[in-house]
C-alpha cells in the first residue's frame, strides 16, 4: 500500500515516517486512546483512498495534537529540495 506514498505521524512535536500497515495500526491502536469511535476506523484499508478517508476522519476528530500525513513519494521528494 505504502509502496508510493509516504504516510508520516505527527505527534505535536515531531514528525516521523511510518513504514508499513501494521505500524500505522500499532499507532492508531495506542496513540490515540480517548478517540471515540477508534473501533471504527478501517486500519486495514485496501486502497489509498480508504486509507486516506481514515486519515481525514482521524485528522478531524482527535484532540490529542497527533495527526497522520500521506503524501506521494514523488511529491515528498520534490519538497525535499
Avoid at 505521524?9 to 478517540?35: C, P, T
Amino acid at each position: 500500500m505504502l509502496q508510493k506514498h509516504n504516510l508520516y505521524l505527527n505527534d505535536g512535536a515531531d514528525s516521523f515516517i511510518i513504514k508499513d500497515m501494521k505500524e500505522f495500526e500499532k499507532y492508531v491502536r495506542e496513540e490515540l486512546k480517548d478517540f471515540i469511535g477508534k473501533e471504527k476506523l478501517n486500519l486495514k484499508p485496501n486502497s489509498i483512498e480508504e486509507l486516506e478517508k481514515t486519515i481525514e476522519v482521524i485528522n478531524e476528530k482527535n484532540k490529542n495534537q497527533i495527526s497522520f500525513f500521506l503524501i506521494s513519494k514523488e511529491d515528498d521528494e520534490e519538497s525535499q529540495f
